[in-house]
């Protein structure tokens, strides 16, 4: 059965980017630039991502002069971005650009998908926006040792105790790994 999971670092105090949308606080973590294996889900055969995290990654490896690059983080795997504009894509990406609400996608993510899961990469509004969707199944955390003033919020909504249940906790490295069910709305 196809899952959709939403598998992030965040800093202690939850913020997946810095200020100026950043991600170099994390790397600057022991293990933080390559994360222990196992932490990726594996069993994902679809990614999803908002256009902020796709123009990130494409500029941070410099992926579109070098597009093997693409291939050391997202294989083969199909990628969906939720962008309202024409955006470049990778040679030999498999990128699926969508312009609308997650609600309106779930029915092509899925089907790209197959019997494998989703991995929702990020932002955490995106994520949230699958949470509001009630399609959102699990949520993965690697929480580093690290408090940021601010930028890029994990989740920016409020979610209630009802709505998650904790499956695991454990450090992995400098991080503290938790793992939560998402509880569908009554």
Do not use: C
Not at 3 to 22: K, M, Q, V
Not at 42 to 69: M, N, R
Not at 72 to 91: C, D, M, N, W, Y
């Amino acid at each position: 059965m196809t899952r959709i999971l939403f598998d992030t670092a965040t800093s202690i105090n939850g913020w997946i980017a810095d200020e100026d949308g950043s991600l170099a606080w994390l790397f600057a973590v022991e293990g933080g630039d390559h994360p222990d294996d196992g932490l990726f889900p594996s069993s994902a055969t679809v990614l999803v991502e908002g256009s902020t995290t796709y123009e990130w990654l494409l500029a941070e490896q410099d992926i579109l002069a070098h597009p093997e690059k693409w291939q050391e983080f997202h294989g083969a795997k199909t990628t969906f971005v939720f962008s309202s504009r024409s955006l470049p894509v990778p040679e030999g990406a498999d990128v699926r650009f969508l312009n609308g609400s997650v609600a309106d996608a779930l029915t092509e993510i899925r089907v790209a998908a197959g019997d494998g899961d989703i991995w929702v990469v990020g932002g955490g509004d995106l994520a949230g926006q699958f949470l509001d969707a009630d399609a959102l199944d699990e949520i993965r955390l690697s929480v580093a040792p690290v408090a940021l003033r601010g930028g890029a919020p994990l989740l920016p909504r409020r979610v209630e105790s009802d709505r998650l249940r904790l499956v695991s906790a454990a450090a992995v490295g400098q991080f503290a790994r938790l793992v939560y069910d998402v509880v569908p709305r009554a």
